[in-house]
């Protein structure tokens, strides 16, 4: 793990003394409940759902609850020499929010006012720790919608997706996060508060700040407020068509042939033999056995088209091999049929530690695509699972190693590798919405190139010069 600090490492003498202060001002500046460092609350935030990234202990968690908390917290660390490791609910995937050395773990999780809801203008405004399906159900009842609905949705900040641009389930035709944020309020490196964006519609004064942030980690500031766009609720009528497939390839093939076809689904998922029977094993929900592959999607046009595309969807998935094909219109069973899907991750950590992927490819190479994580999981002897939203190619092979074998997880990070190699090969991008973080570095610094990689370390020291915030993560340094 590299970042911009100074070179010489302090004595053990004076890591104790900066300790010693650090806690010392964050006492005096917060109250003492905002103020953890026991061993277990340590522990219980130092790393993300990451597991398999490095991360260091803290020297304090701090549980922020207003924009002053922040501050407070930022120009300690500048001012010692330390680090802020920003955090919202801890649900990401890439070790973005793992605590580094000498660093302060700063939690947003209770700032969670919803602020305004402008129905008019159509926009809303969240304190970070706001949780996306909160927002959600408050912006459904001005008649409006918030699209962006990562996996985590039920427990994802709303402040930790606009720092990794999360995406989810329906952004392969509604988008992803960024596409949605409006403005942010950040706190900089130096403690200062800005405001970035804009609550128009339009507008394009000076560069484009707000769309920097968003997807950018904690590395060039923290995140305290997020306004958004919301689009009306009105005029959509969901209808789910699931296939059940013979094989992975098939399933890549629908969905190859579902892209091509001009139709833009409101969902288009994968989910394989290994995901099915582990959500089936846990929550038995009845899911189909004997089959390999299951490609649940969702059109939402109104009225007589929405039909005529569903009935198109459910054709093509027949015409690529599919077994079985399920429809369903009533709200409750499309629920029921995409709850798999949202349910698998979890299913799958019951299984042992997961290695999460997150590449992301043209859809027409979905189909290659899969098949070479098939020859990765033989070649390497591993369990790989896989899930995807496989509409816009955003493929999330799960590689599985049984809890405390080491060979295992060895074997594990080498088909991790080589799967972003492949996926480059194919034209496509190491992370489509989970970020780089720690564990998509090296894809990273292979894709971006030295000379893209040297512009991400310009805006760094221009933001950030004394790399107080969450060094080392978002881009090779």
Known sequence: MSHPVPTEDPSVDEQETVHRRVVAGLRAALRPDQVLTDAAALAAYAH?????????????????????????????????????????????????ANAVARSIVLSLERMTRIVEIDAAERFAVAEAGVINDTLRLAVAEHGLWYPPDPASYRISTIGGNAATNAGGICCVKYGVTRDYVLGLRVVLADGEVVDLG????????????TALLVGSEGTLGIITRVTVKLLPLAGREERAIVGAFGSLRAAGDAVAAISASGIVPAALEIIDRTCIEAVDAWQALGLPHGVDTMLPAKVDEVGALGERHAASVAGLMVDAGALAVERAADAEEVDRLFLA????????????????????????????????????????????????HAGDGNLHPLIIAPEGDDAAKARAKLAFDRIVDECRRLGGTVTGEHGVGLL????ARAELGERVVALHASIKQALDPAGTLNPGKAFPA
């Open 48 to 96: 993300d759902d990451a597991e398999w990234a490095p991360f260091e202990t803290p020297m304090a968690v701090v549980l922020a609850e207003d924009e002053g908390d922040v501050v407070a917290v930022v120009r300690l660390a500048a001012a010692s020499g330390v680090h802020v490791v920003a955090r919202g609910a801890g649900t990401g995937l890439s070790g973005g």
């Open 198 to 209: 804009r609550r128009t519609a339009k507008g394009v004064t000076g560069y484009d700040l």
């Open 341 to 388: 899907r949202r349910l698998a991750y979890p299913a799958l950590e019951r299984l042992g530690p997961v290695l999460t992927e997150d590449i992301c490819v043209p859809r027409g190479a979905v189909p290659e695509m899969l098949t070479r994580i098939q020859v990765v999981a033989r070649e390497h002897d591993v369990v790989i699972a896989n899930i995807a």
């Open 440 to 443: 998509k570095l090296p894809g």
